[in-house]
């Protein structure tokens, strides 16, 4: 198989281009620069895309002759500017669309993510089409608009799926940890409540393994999946958790209606600190319901919880060792 990955730098971009090159597949990865190779996986063949998936013209070139285009390019900062979201989540897939059409590459494989359906409510065995409300924030919004309008340009000569994966976490992760770990030396992280919500957490092996399934499997065409681990934890036990694999001291507790509120402010009058919908996403449920992916991907997961964690603690360790 002939792949193309758009974002080959970012975590799990780089995990699916290496484990695509492990199956023996043939790998093309798209980075804004140069500079951002040392995060791609060795092997993958690599080519400069500064701008991105503004031009479907560029995109389509290094399509060509593909068997499937993966998009994992995305933004999920809470704080950045809700134009440049929507040009990249929305107009940036819209072109990733056309681009594979033009190029007639017959499979393109979106990476979304859960809080697609974040709403700020509670969201329990959470189904792809359970969405209730318009989600919060502006990540969310456009994430959920881009796959709109990915899914709907899925037909017999194009086949569009979209991978929502839980909260993606293992050893190589340098989004969100970082972000837990700054939190974890202020004191814990924090749960913004008392910490007895349900979440799904995703292992990168997991979502990769979904990706490449995705791109092969029948029936997927114009349909959002939901990849989570198997394991169903409280947020405080995931957070306990994941806070012994990286050292860190237990997460802390606090009273949501005050957490909210403050956020609320932050996000009418600016302000540090977390926004209404990073609130949500930790303190409410967040339990989705993976029966699509048993069934139209068979997905299985290949690296248990516990096996990841002794890896992230490894990985976590080492780097802690370097930078010391």
């Known amino acids: 198989m002939r792949a193309v990955v758009l974002g080959a730098n970012g975590f799990v971009g780089s995990s699916l281009s290496a484990r695509l090159?492990?199956?023996?597949?043939?790998?093309?990865?798209?980075?804004?620069?140069?500079?951002?190779?040392?995060?791609?996986?060795?092997?993958?063949?690599?080519?400069v895309m500064a701008s991105g998936l503004a031009d479907p013209v560029a995109i389509a070139e290094l399509a060509r002759g593909a068997d499937v285009l993966?998009?994992?390019?995305?933004?999920?900062?809470?704080?950045?500017?809700?134009?440049?979201?929507?040009?990249?989540?929305?107009?940036?897939?819209?072109?990733?669309?056309?681009?594979?059409?033009?190029?007639?590459?017959?499979?393109?494989?979106?990476?979304?993510?859960?809080?697609?359906?974040?709403?700020?409510?509670?969201?329990?065995?959470?189904?792809?089409?359970?969405?209730?409300?318009?989600?919060?924030?502006?990540?969310?919004?456009?994430?959920?608009l881009g796959e709109e309008v990915a899914l709907h340009g899925s037909d017999a000569r194009l086949t569009v799926t979209s991978i929502r994966p839980a909260l993606v976490w293992g050893?190589?992760?340098?989004?969100?940890?970082?972000?837990?770990?700054?939190?974890?030396?202020?004191?814990?992280?924090?749960?913004?409540?008392?910490?007895?919500?349900?979440?799904?957490?995703?292992?990168?092996d997991l979502v990769v393994?979904?990706?490449?399934?995705?791109?092969?499997?029948?029936d997927v065409g114009g349909k959002a999946i939901h990849v989570a681990d198997s394991d169903t934890w409280t947020a405080r036990e995931l957070f306990e958790k994941l806070s012994t694999a990286l050292g860190l001291p237990a997460p802390r507790r606090s009273v949501y209606a005050f957490e909210h509120a403050r956020a609320l402010l932050r996000a009418r009058f600016g302000g540090d600190?977390?926004?209404?919908?990073?609130?949500?996403?930790?303190?409410k449920h967040g339990l989705l319901d993976c029966l699509r992916a048993a069934t139209l991907l068979d997905l299985q997961p290949r690296t248990s919880f516990d096996d990841g964690?002794?890896?992230?603690?490894?990985?976590?360790?080492?780097?802690?060792?370097?930078?010391?």
Do not use: Y
């Open 273 to 283: 600190g977390p926004l209404p919908e990073d609130i949500a996403r930790r303190a």
């Open 21 to 47: 090159l492990e199956l023996g597949h043939e790998v093309i990865g798209s980075v804004r620069s140069m500079a951002s190779e040392p995060d791609a996986a060795p092997g993958a063949v690599l080519s």
């Open 171 to 204: 050893a190589g992760e340098r989004r969100n940890l970082p972000a837990f770990c700054a939190e974890g030396l202020a004191g814990g992280i924090r749960l913004f409540g008392a910490g007895s919500n349900l979440l799904s957490s995703a292992h990168i």
């Open 70 to 144: 993966f998009c994992c390019a995305g933004d999920h900062d809470s704080r950045s500017s809700p134009r440049a979201l929507a040009w990249l989540h929305v107009a940036g897939v819209e072109n990733v669309v056309a681009a594979a059409r033009f190029a007639e590459v017959p499979r393109v494989v979106l990476l979304s993510c859960a809080d697609a359906t974040l709403t700020g409510g509670e969201r329990v065995h959470w189904k792809e089409d359970s969405l209730l409300a318009q989600p919060l924030g502006a990540v969310a919004r456009t994430k959920l």
């Open 209 to 218: 393994d979904a990706l490449i399934a995705a791109a092969t499997a029948p």
């Open 309 to 324: 964690l002794r890896a992230l603690s490894a990985w976590a360790a080492k780097v802690g060792r370097r930078r010391a």
